[in-house]
Nanobody, 110 residues
Framework: QVQLVESGGGLVQPGGSLRLSCAAS????????MGWYRQAPGKQREWVAQ??????DYEDSVKGRFTISRDNAKNTLYLQMNKLKPEDTAVYYC?????WGKGTLVTVSS
């Protein structure tokens, strides 16, 4: 049973930046999908960015603003979020294979 713990969320002004982290309790492997999802109030959970067998992929609305990265030695996934917009406000979840974290809240507001 892999446990995932997200951190780094918070309140930020539009145009600001945040870096999310997701620490896994066990060694992570590139053969499994690992990525970030988000769920805004009143909306369904949606995919944001992920690694699929080592290749990065992004949802269109975050391309050029968000960067996903990973440190396998630390069993940690990251999401660098720049140029944040109010519509990025959501709970952000980490996923590894079929495991999910509990999420971290990102609020973009002035």
């Amino acid at each position: 049973q892999v446990q995932l713990v997200e951190s780094g969320g918070g309140l930020v002004q539009p145009g600001g930046s945040l870096r999310l982290s997701c620490a896994a309790s066990e060694r992570i492997f590139n053969i499994y999908v690992m990525g970030w999802y988000r769920q805004a109030p009143g909306k369904q959970r949606e995919w944001v960015a992920q690694f699929t067998q080592g290749l990065r992929d992004y949802e269109d609305s975050v391309k050029g603003r968000f960067t996903i990265s990973r440190d396998n030695a630390k069993n940690t996934l990251y999401l660098q979020m720049n140029k944040l917009k109010p519509e990025d406000t959501a709970v952000y979840y980490c996923r590894y294979a079929n495991y999910w974290g509990k999420g971290t809240l990102v609020t973009v507001s002035s």
